[in-house]
């Protein structure tokens, strides 16, 4: 549920912290609790006509765009766009941002570099030299220390955060 935005990572702290765990007090009196379900429950009913209100105002906006954006701030809006509605790979719209400008962060900057690099990577080369040092670490590992490190190879891969020195050392 933590992983899902389900669950507030204080209360997730709660309910695996056991003993040691902080006590956890809400803020909510039973009265504005009452009146935030209420509302949320009386604006189910106005969503479809402000729904219809806003994209007819989109539309309109979209309309005023046409005519008063230079064809530079054009492109811009459309980049700005594709990239919001998951369009536009975050390493394009970096690109793009980085070519627009003519004194460049240095974040935007190091980023498009590495989104290069990782572009540029053989990535069957990179998987055979992994394979090659996993090799070569496995000989110098343990029975235990090679099915832990097998375990946490696993855990990384589902998505789990993992400390792999503490199989090392």
Known sequence: ???????????????????????????DDKFHYDRNVQAYLDSISKKPSVLKELAADSARLENQKKSVFSPALKKFDADVAAYSEGK???????????AQQEIVDLNLQSFVEAAEMERSLNFKQVE??????????????????????????????????????????
């Open 88 to 98: 536009l790979p975050l390493t394009v719209y970096a690109q793009r941002l980085a």
């Open 128 to 169: 055979g030299q992994r394979t090659e040092a996993l090799s070569a670490l496995l000989k110098h590992l343990s029975k235990e220390e090679s099915q832990a490190l097998l375990a946490k190879s696993v855990a990384y891969r589902t998505g789990e955060t993992v400390t792999l020195i503490s199989i090392i050392t």
């Open 1 to 27: 549920m933590l992983k899902s935005n389900k669950l507030s990572g204080a209360a997730h702290s709660v309910f695996v912290g056991g003993l040691s765990a902080p006590s956890l007090v809400g803020v």
